[in-house]
């Protein structure tokens, strides 16, 4: 009888704090900090550069929406996650939101329990080969050595991949993106699969990126974007429409350079007026600030400027935009309209 | 409070006497400390459940029935994509085991042989063996195994620079910087009675060595057991196999487009977990043998010595013996620490129970929780399954007091 009063007691206390844990504003509010996962380095998505100040193209992601809770695009906390540690980290509440070149699937949105927010990039499986095997397509590669991160949706494709095209092939489980390139680059596996994207940031760190080529094909569909844990719905929007945010700002041509000056003077436009917080009551509709999508696009710049600064035709990296143009461009970014 | 003289059983029981009275103090500490930590335990539970629940989680063992859809590279048992969780959970198991007991065996040779060599009267031995035990115990396993690993990996030749048989060691062997790649054998139709005649022949060992004992005691004549033991080793099986009409044959590897065909591969990822952890716990374990042959007094070697037996028959035959008592205790958790040590493998992709239930399952279904208790489990069970077993041994080498 004694048990079950204080086990009912425990419940209590246990409801009581995970109530608590649900507010991740306000957590995020009261440390003054965002906790955002990130990949352990990809370069043009998340990387540390010389002085160990972290930036890339998911990066710029975490910085905005820093920018938009805290006004303060430096105010975040990078938490270097792998394909196997990620999920844990966010379950637990290690991190707030993860920003990983992490793929938006069913079984991830309904059994694991995340709540995706949207999609900044929409990737699909490539193949990496050393260009003097002479390898043309994938479906050559009968009987090759495949390096392959665990834990990933890659992993799975590829398996399937091989599987209904009837051919063989010898997986080499790796962790991180890193290990994968040194196992590559040593011989220890003919091809390293991953997300296109991937590959060509990892072919750009490459001493001879001219000595591999990325197959043609496309094997699956990778939309990329951020995730949150389930439950915490405004927590979730905040992450949702802080993305959206940068992704409409490019198709109303508000940019870092503009952005103030726009938001000081206002514009014709309502929508504009509307997402800078000049019209309308969007932020306190969520308790953030009126300016909080000033303050994003002033983080790092819009959708656009973000990808060209980071894994555009003008970096090393050099990715197209591809499916990733917006939608008037003959892309699929197409945000919601705010209002 | 009574004073002394008076009778106990007079004054009855008084609740203050549970803190007062030594006769029940400790009882009450006891009773204390039990619902407390009942308490943290119930806590623990109930907190686990509450989290779980709040992330809108169950505690589910069924993810082990679905389809995992990964593939393992090395299987000791059948195994594709589309099997269970289960059943890839039970080939890293498998390639736990493996790894575990190749590691054991091979720790155990190089341990008893630096353990003696370092007790060498030659200089020059005992200090390379000194500096082999220091060097292994003093540096982190996991530096061992990525080390171990880039040298076999950077060093070796490309499968692709094997243009034909004939680069192959002895036309059949090839090491690169894959793995290395051996005949496989192929069992035909009459193998089973080979095996048989080989177990036969390990019977008949077993008897000889036990008969040749006897005699010995009997008459004090010493046979050569070791040669005849050889011969019954390998002569029946060869001469069962040449009139079965080679019932094995081997299936040689064959340079192929990417790699070998054919043939048997032993990846470097398992070379080098083997190697690593063989020679880190050998390390060990060749302090363990030093410490045991020291523990035997001087005077038994002298003994044996005045007794006119050679030293490598004193050695086997009175300080190893004695030695032993001593070696086997800790040589059980020296073999505990290796099979714990093996889920470092993660660090070269070898896949072991803890690459596959434990990191990639887990990462697919979610499953954290279930995961993790059943790793737990697995390593509890199989830790307990070889002190068990070493213990068996321990009971018979151990001195027997009457």
Redesign the interface.
């Known amino acids: 009888m004694k048990?079950s009063v204080?086990?009912g007691a425990?419940?209590v206390a246990?409801?009581c704090?995970?109530a608590s844990?649900?507010a991740t504003l306000d957590d995020v509010t009261a440390r003054g900090t965002l906790n955002c996962g990130v990949t352990t380095g990809l370069v043009g998505f998340a990387a540390p550069d010389a002085n160990g100040v972290w930036e890339g193209f998911d990066v710029g992601v975490c910085r905005a929406v820093a920018a938009a809770v805290l006004g303060d695009p430096t105010a975040v906390e990078f938490v270097p996650t792998t394909?196997?540690t990620r999920?844990?980290a966010l379950?637990s509440g290690e991190i707030d939101m993860l920003a990983r070149n992490t793929t938006w699937t069913f079984?991830?949105d309904v059994?694991?329990?995340f709540e995706f927010t949207g999609i900044n990039y929409y990737d699909g499986q490539g193949f990496m080969v050393p260009r003097e095997?002479g390898v043309a397509s994938a479906k050559e590669?009968?009987?090759?050595?495949v390096c392959i991160q665990?834990?990933t949706t890659t992993?799975?494709n590829?398996?399937?991949f091989f599987?209904v095209n009837n051919i063989n092939?010898?997986?080499?489980?790796?962790?991180t993106n890193a290990e994968a390139q040194q196992?590559y680059l040593?011989?220890?596996?003919?091809v390293y699969t991953t997300d296109a994207s991937g590959l060509a940031a990892t072919r750009a760190t490459f001493e001879a990126p001219a000595d591999h080529v990325i197959l043609p094909e496309i094997i699956s569909k990778e939309p990329l974007g951020p995730l949150v844990?389930?439950?915490d719905n405004e927590w979730g929007d905040i992450v949702r429409w802080t993305l959206n945010a940068l992704i409409a700002a490019e198709e109303l041509g508000v940019t870092s350079a503009n952005v103030e000056q726009l938001a000081t003077e206002g514009t014709d436009n309502p929508e504009i007026n509307r997402l800078l917080g000049t019209e309308g009551e969007l932020g306190a509709m969520f308790g953030l600030d009126a300016d909080w999508a000033v303050q994003a696009i002033m983080a790092g710049g819009n959708y656009g400027e973000l990808f060209e600064q980071n894994i555009g035709e003008s970096t090393p990296i050099g990715l197209a935009r591809g499916l990733n143009a917006q939608w008037t461009e003959g892309g699929l970014l197409y945000s919601p309209p705010f209002r | 409070m009574t004073t002394i003289s008076d009778p106990p059983a007079r004054q009855g029981f008084r609740p203050s006497q549970l803190i007062y009275d030594t006769r029940y103090r400790s009882l009450t500490i006891q009773v204390v400390a039990m619902i407390l930590l009942m308490l943290a335990a119930s806590w623990l539970v109930s907190n686990t459940i509450q989290n779980l629940e709040s992330l809108g989680k169950d505690f589910d063992f069924g993810f082990l029935g679905q389809s995992a859809g990964y593939d393992i590279n090395q299987r000791l048992i059948p195994y594709e994509n589309q099997d269970t969780h289960g059943r890839a959970a039970l080939v890293g198991i498998l390639n736990t085991i493996l790894v575990a007991f190749m590691g054991c065996a091979l720790a155990t040779v190089l341990g008893v042989i630096a353990g003696v060599l370092r007790l060498s009267s030659n200089w020059v031995v005992s200090r390379l063996i000194s500096v082999y035990v220091e060097g292994f115990r003093n540096v982190p396993l996991l530096l061992w195994i990525i080390l171990i690993f880039a040298v076999v990996n950077e060093s070796m030749p490309h499968p692709r620079d094997f243009a034909s048989t004939s680069d192959m060691f002895l036309n059949s062997i090839a090491v690169t910087r894959q793995g290395t790649w051996l005949p496989a054998p192929i069992f035909g139709n009459l193998s089973g009675i080979l095996l048989i005649v080989f177990l036969a022949s390990l019977v008949a060992i077993y008897g000889f060595r036990y008969w040749a004992r006897k005699r010995q005691e009997a008459t004090g004549e010493i046979l050569p057991v070791f040669r005849i033991s050889l011969a019954l080793f390998i002569l029946p099986t060869l001469i069962a196999y040449f009139i079965l009409g080679m019932p094995i044959s081997l299936d040689y590897p064959e340079p192929g487009r990417f790699r070998f065909e054919g043939g048997l591969l032993i990846r470097n990822s398992l070379i080098a977990l083997w190697l690593a952890l063989s020679l880190y716990t050998g390390a060990f374990i060749a302090e363990i043998v030093r410490s045991g042959i020291l523990s035997v007094s001087k005077g038994q070697s002298e003994a044996s010595f005045a007794l006119g037996l050679r030293p490598n028959r004193t050695m086997n035959l009175v300080i190893l013996p004695q030695a032993m008592r001593v070696i086997v205790p800790p040589l059980i958790s020296q073999f505990l620490n290796l099979t714990k040590n093996s889920s470092l493998a993660i660090a070269v992709g070898y896949m072991d129970v803890r690459a596959t239930l434990g990191g990639i399952t887990i990462n697919q279904t979610g499953r954290e929780l279930e995961g993790m208790l059943l790793l737990g489990l697995f390593y509890l069970v199989l830790s307990l399954v070889i002190s068990g077993v070493m213990n068996l041994y321990n009971n018979r080498v151990k001195l027997k007091e009457r």
């Open positions: 048990k204080f086990l425990l419940t246990g409801l704090a995970g844990a649900a394909g196997q999920f844990t379950a079984s991830r059994d694991l329990k095997l590669l009968d009987g090759a050595t665990t834990g992993e799975l590829l398996a399937d599987r092939y010898e997986p080499v489980p790796i962790e196992q040593a011989g220890a596996c003919d844990r389930h439950g």
